[in-house]
């Protein structure tokens, strides 16, 4: 297949898995790149002095950018991609999404004016945004990403006009508790992987030892609710839809069935869920500074498997438990022919972009910050 016309002879399932794959991956970056919301939630508890709380949100700030791109840059992916579910969730599930919205600007806001001179709200404001943001922000999100195997109250008619069936717009989500916990999964994770990142990036023993011990009070959490969601992930009943007719029914097992009929996926999986632990404990009992790194492997190999599962091997991605055959999957809700593969060439600069975020990561990290550098640097947040 020559280079000119490689995407231009796929076939419609063939561009719509792809761009599935693609947004599966942009979402485990997502992922990852959250544990600049779970360093947030520990500025009060791991920064017991001015000195320490200056280092921690000096680290955070370096790259909370690159998790804001990577939000806007998922959600852009998601609407060419796959518009239909962009209408139906974004436009129907609205609270949810401007309440992650709303959490993502007020972080803006912390590190824009957190250490302006004269600013009337304090400091102290500006790190109650952070928090908030990363509190909130880690756990909306993965319990949104819940309704995607336990479905949400929506309808699509034969004109794929989207209707939301509740008042609640999306927020009715938190009544599942398979949802709420994929979103607390979410939030300690972020928090397990920000520590991790402190113990790496910052030179400040005190602040280091204090760190490790909070690692274990997250890690066990942690362990608890995503054993409770990835059990009950694999027993479930799941959303699964005819490729002729598009009919969509129950199955047993489906997402449990996902990972059997695709082995390369499953491997995938326990070779994260493997890394993550073997990540907490090189960072809890080996007083290593690598367990980031693991971690942050084990994290996008076990969320890009979540999403393969919850797409692929025809599996409704936004099942509706409202009304059963308006749920969604790659096939009906996908944008032309003709756009993903225009889109699809446009994907051949990721790795011109993947290159320059690395060489941009790298350059930052050089250094572990330190309280001279916090002295003389003449940008601080």
């Not at 999306?170 to 928090?191: M, S």
């Not at 009070?217 to 409770?228: C, E, H, K, M, R």
Request: glycine residues 8%; charged residues 10%; proline residues 3%.
């Amino acid at each position: 297949m020559g280079g000119n016309n490689m995407f231009g002879n796929l076939s419609h399932l063939a561009l719509q898995q792809y761009w599935w794959v693609i947004i599966s991956l942009l979402a485990s970056f997502l992922v990852f790149l959250m544990f600049v919301q779970g360093g947030q939630t520990l500025l009060f508890t791991l920064g017991r002095k001015p000195m320490q709380k200056t280092m921690l949100v000096n680290a955070l700030g370096r790259k909370w950018e690159f998790t804001f791109t990577t939000l806007v840059t998922f959600g852009g992916a998601f609407f060419a991609s796959f518009p239909l579910f962009y209408a139906t969730s974004f436009g129907g599930a609205y609270w949810v999404w401007m309440a992650i919205l709303f959490c993502f600007i007020v972080q803006a806001i912390a590190y824009e004016f957190r250490s302006k001179p004269d600013n009337f709200l304090g400091q102290k404001t500006y790190d109650i945004f952070l928090f908030v943001n990363g509190t909130l922000g880690t756990i909306l999100i993965g319990t949104a990403v819940g309704t995607f195997f336990n479905g949400a109250n929506f309808s699509v008619n034969e004109m794929n006009l989207s209707r939301w069936e509740t008042a609640a717009h999306g927020l009715e989500a938190v009544l599942n508790w398979h949802n709420v916990a994929l979103g607390l999964t979410v939030f300690f994770l972020a928090r397990l992987l920000g520590i991790m990142y402190f113990i790496r990036n910052i030179e400040d023993e005190e602040l280091v030892t204090r760190a490790r011990k909070h690692l274990l009070y997250n890690a066990v959490p942690f362990l608890v609710f995503f054993l409770a969601f990835a059990i009950r992930l694999l027993v479930m009943k799941g959303f699964a839809y005819d490729h002729e007719t598009y009919t969509v029914s129950m199955e047993p097992f489906k997402y449990l069935h996902n990972l059997l009929a695709m082995p390369l996926v499953l491997i995938l999986f326990l070779a994260g869920v493997v890394l993550v632990l073997f990540a907490l404990y090189k960072a809890v009992f080996s007083n290593s500074i690598k367990g980031f790194y693991f971690g942050s492997a084990g994290t996008i190999l076990v969320v890009f498997s979540l999403f393969l599962i919850a797409g692929l091997n025809k599996t409704c991605y936004y099942p509706s438990i409202f009304d059963l055959q308006s749920s969604l999957h790659i096939e009906n809700s996908s944008s032309s022919q003709y756009t993903l593969t225009a889109m699809s060439y446009v994907s051949l600069l990721s790795p011109l972009v993947i290159g320059y975020i690395y060489l941009a990561w790298s350059a930052i990290n050089r250094k572990k910050i330190d309280p001279e550098e916090m002295e003389n640097e003449p940008h601080v947040y």
